[in-house]
């Protein structure tokens, strides 16, 4: 099945349907597992470990041993940091060097990108933007544009084939809009954006990156 891209112009007014690389847009690239795997490998991969706690060797007592061992009619027992004992020592909880990252192969992750961008472009949740005509950093010329192709009141990602310091600097401070350059296009990103406006030749850009 050939899958088409919507092209429109920066008022909003619909050129043409590119048909889109059949080796990125095909169901067979569809695979919901892999595509779960990547996303819970990007999830990992910026988790930061924050919760800490001490062991018995870091927290500030004396290492004595709180009473004999035996004819005390009590059970035996250690020093004051032992982790059995309340609000000391901890055994088996938190620390802030555990690594919590993941890997994938390649083929895989590229995979699951192909299959995530098949899914968008089936519910045609993506199109794309033949120019952007601005040549001055401006919040309104960038929302101006996003509100005429009838983007405004969806959470878009806006795919640029490179880095564009007029594009960026007009996107960042649009609520619910976010930019990202072309190679770094990943799952996450795609999933959580309604919508995902390709500027220029950013598809050339992904098929030039991704399908070689």
């Known amino acids: 099945?050939?899958?088409?891209?919507?092209?429109?112009?920066?008022?909003?007014?619909?050129?043409?349907?590119?048909?889109?690389?059949?080796?990125i847009f095909n169901d067979q690239n569809?695979?919901?597992?892999?595509?779960?795997?990547?996303?819970?490998?990007?999830?990992?991969?910026?988790?930061?470990?924050?919760?800490?706690?001490?062991?018995?060797?870091?927290?500030?007592?004396?290492?004595?041993?709180?009473?004999?061992?035996?004819w005390t009619g009590r059970a035996r027992v250690g020093?004051?940091?032992?982790?059995?004992?309340?609000?000391?020592?901890?055994?088996?909880?938190?620390?802030?060097?555990?690594?919590?990252?993941?890997?994938?192969?390649q083929k895989m992750?590229?995979?699951?990108?192909?299959?995530?961008?098949?899914?968008?472009?089936?519910?045609?949740?993506?199109?794309?933007?033949?120019?952007?005509?601005?040549?001055?950093?401006?919040?309104?010329n960038a929302y101006d544009v996003i509100s005429k192709l009838g983007l405004a009141d969806s959470k878009v990602l806006v795919v640029i084939p490179q880095s564009d310091e007029v594009l960026m600097k007009s996107l960042r401070n649009i609520p619910n809009v976010k930019y990202i350059l072309a190679n770094y296009l990943n799952p996450y990103d795609l999933l959580t954006h309604k919508k995902v406006l390709f500027v220029q030749d950013a598809l050339e850009k992904v098929e030039e990156v991704f399908a070689k």
Do not use: C
Not at 4 to 21: R, V
């Open 79 to 105: 020093d004051a940091g032992s982790p059995i004992r309340r609000h000391w020592g901890v055994a088996f909880w938190p620390r802030n060097n555990r690594n919590f990252s993941k890997a994938m192969p």
């Open 1 to 23: 099945m050939w899958y088409k891209l919507p092209l429109y112009d920066a008022n909003g007014k619909k050129l043409k349907d590119i048909n889109l690389n059949e080796v």
């Open 30 to 70: 569809i695979n919901n597992d892999l595509i779960h795997e990547f996303v819970v490998m990007q999830l990992a991969n910026v988790r930061n470990a924050i919760a800490h706690t001490k062991t018995r060797a870091e927290v500030n007592l004396s290492g004595r041993k709180l009473f004999r061992q035996k």
């Open 109 to 140: 992750r590229i995979k699951a990108l192909f299959g995530t961008l098949t899914l968008k472009a089936r519910d045609w949740e993506m199109l794309g933007l033949d120019k952007y005509p601005f040549e001055e950093i401006k919040t309104k």
